[in-house]
């Protein structure tokens, strides 16, 4: 069912990067959420009336609010959409985690609502009507929500939006609620056990949980959320394949949408080459990275001594040194000397993790320190602690 929509609402589908595409994608997923939502809406308050079922009404208005989400991530995928204009030249790929954080809040607020309310029910229990063709349709309806979770999943996956697998997870939680209102039913009719308000209280649980998860997964690249470590690594080796370069250091990704990244590194070249040379080596990755990673990179040349006798001793020092402390979190970069009278400046960049207090850098730089004096009493450290921008 997924590919046969797929294939009749999304033209060119398999350009999963394409802005145009992208758009398709989200509003084939906003659609069909809004259709099978308000469906169940509407089934399930009926039900609710007829049955007198807290339980099933909140499991009905819970389908409301995901119809008015997907009608909110409908528009948002068609605002996000938008080319890039001179007010925004980065495009309105954000717009997508802002609709995103406004369907979570959505969420939270009919949890909230719900909570309440089965709360007010298990103080003041009413009478219940069983009829087995409610938990028919109830069971129909934990059907299409596990469709509507493996349709979100599986267009999320493929053009990696994080609001579609959010939305898959809501729907996840939604089967879990419903299953819960059929639970309740069931027990009231085989031994006369009124929990619905109980049920009611689990179901408002579930709708809160998916809310703050929804919120918690589209806050974070708005707030601006660390590179993963998968694709920190996939763009330095990018950039280290190039015949030329030495190594790479400080990259930075700022996120404009989810297809839509820009990014700056260090590339360490040899102090040999000409600027012609560094200028044509940095600009050919950096077009290629648009071409194949669909990234605009933005380097930074870092000359690199090889040649000096010296600098390669001191260097092999340090590496020693940093090795010994069996941290994989730490490593250093653009190592020069600078010679005096009375004696050698090894300056460098230390790179340490963000959790690391400074009473703990400070006997890190104080190790690093003594140890390298001890292995060269010329050597004094001058060390300039960074943090990497990676996960």
């Given at each position: 069912?997924?590919?046969?929509?797929?294939?009749?609402?999304?033209?060119?589908?398999?350009?999963?990067?394409?802005?145009?595409?992208?758009?398709?994608?989200?509003?084939?997923?906003?659609?069909?959420?809004?259709?099978?939502?308000?469906?169940?809406?509407?089934?399930?308050?009926?039900?609710?009336?007829?049955?007198?079922?807290?339980?099933?009404?909140?499991?009905?208005?819970?389908?409301?609010?995901?119809?008015?989400?997907?009608?909110?991530?409908?528009?948002?995928?068609?605002?996000?959409?938008?080319?890039?204009?001179?007010?925004?030249?980065?495009?309105?790929?954000?717009?997508?985690?802002?609709?995103?954080?406004?369907?979570?809040?959505?969420?939270?607020?009919?949890?909230?609502?719900?909570?309440?309310?089965?709360?007010?029910?298990?103080?003041?229990?009413?009478?219940?009507?069983?009829?087995?063709?409610s938990v028919i349709i109830l069971l129909i309806s934990v059907l299409g929500k596990l469709w509507l979770s493996a349709f979100n999943t599986?267009?999320?996956?493929?053009?990696?939006?994080?609001?579609?697998?959010?939305?898959?997870?809501?729907?996840?939680?939604?089967?879990?609620?419903?299953?819960?209102?059929?639970?309740?039913?069931?027990?009231?009719?085989?031994?006369?056990?009124?929990?619905?308000?109980?049920?009611?209280?689990?179901?408002?649980?579930?709708?809160?949980?998916?809310?703050?998860?929804?919120?918690?997964?589209?806050?974070?690249?708005?707030?601006?959320?660390?590179?993963?470590?998968?694709?920190?690594?996939?763009?330095?080796?990018?950039?280290?394949?190039y015949e030329g370069v030495v190594g790479s250091h400080d990259l930075i990704v700022n996120n404009y949408g989810p297809s839509n990244s820009?990014?700056?590194?260090?590339?360490?070249?040899?102090?040999?080459?000409?600027?012609?040379?560094?200028?044509?080596?940095?600009?050919?990755?950096?077009?290629?990275?648009?071409?194949?990673?669909?990234?605009?990179?933005?380097?930074?040349?870092?000359?690199?001594?090889?040649?000096?006798?010296?600098?390669?001793?001191?260097?092999?020092?340090?590496?020693?040194?940093?090795?010994?402390?069996?941290?994989?979190?730490?490593?250093?970069?653009?190592?020069?000397?600078?010679?005096?009278?009375?004696?050698i400046n090894a300056v460098f960049d230390l790179v340490t993790p963000w959790n690391y207090e400074e009473d703990r850098i400070r006997h890190?730089?104080?190790?690093?320190?003594?140890?390298?004096?001890?292995?060269?009493?010329?050597?004094?450290?001058?060390?300039?602690?960074?943090?990497?921008?990676?996960?």
């Amino acid at each position: 069912m997924t590919d046969f929509l797929v294939r009749h609402f999304v033209k060119n589908s398999e350009d999963t990067d394409n802005r145009i595409v992208r758009t398709a994608y989200g509003q084939l997923s906003g659609g069909v959420g809004i259709a099978l939502n308000i469906i169940l809406f509407a089934v399930k308050l009926l039900i609710g009336f007829i049955s007198n079922s807290v339980s099933v009404m909140a499991d009905a208005f819970n389908n409301l609010s995901d119809a008015a989400s997907s009608i909110i991530s409908f528009v948002g995928a068609r605002m996000a959409g938008k080319p890039a204009d001179e007010e925004h030249p980065f495009g309105h790929g954000r717009i997508e985690y802002i609709s995103a954080f406004i369907v979570a809040f959505l969420v939270l607020l009919v949890g909230v609502s719900l909570f309440k309310s089965s709360v007010a029910k298990i103080f003041t229990p009413e009478d219940m009507t069983f009829s087995y063709i409610s938990v028919i349709i109830l069971l129909i309806s934990v059907l299409g929500k596990l469709w509507l979770s493996a349709f979100n999943t599986k267009l999320g996956k493929r053009i990696n939006s994080q609001v579609m697998l959010a939305t898959a997870a809501d729907a996840r939680g939604d089967v879990l609620a419903t299953s819960a209102t059929i639970l309740s039913l069931l027990l009231y009719s085989l031994f006369s056990i009124n929990c619905d308000g109980f049920i009611g209280v689990i179901v408002s649980v579930f709708v809160l949980k998916a809310g703050y998860e929804i919120a918690k997964d589209t806050l974070q690249p708005i707030i601006g959320e660390a590179i993963d470590p998968e694709m920190y690594e996939r763009i330095s080796e990018f950039v280290r394949k190039y015949e030329g370069v030495v190594g790479s250091h400080d990259l930075i990704v700022n996120n404009y949408g989810p297809s839509n990244s820009i990014a700056s590194i260090h590339v360490e070249l040899p102090n040999t080459m000409t600027l012609d040379e560094a200028h044509c080596l940095l600009d050919k990755i950096e077009n290629d990275a648009k071409r194949e990673l669909g990234i605009l990179l933005v380097t930074h040349a870092d000359p690199v001594d090889l040649n000096d006798k010296s600098t390669n001793e001191v260097r092999a020092i340090v590496d020693e040194v940093v090795r010994a402390e069996k941290d994989p979190g730490i490593s250093f970069h653009d190592l020069r000397l600078v010679h005096g009278s009375e004696g050698i400046n090894a300056v460098f960049d230390l790179v340490t993790p963000w959790n690391y207090e400074e009473d703990r850098i400070r006997h890190i730089i104080g190790r690093i320190k003594k140890s390298v004096k001890e292995k060269d009493s010329r050597l004094n450290c001058i060390i300039t602690i960074e943090h990497s921008y990676g996960a």
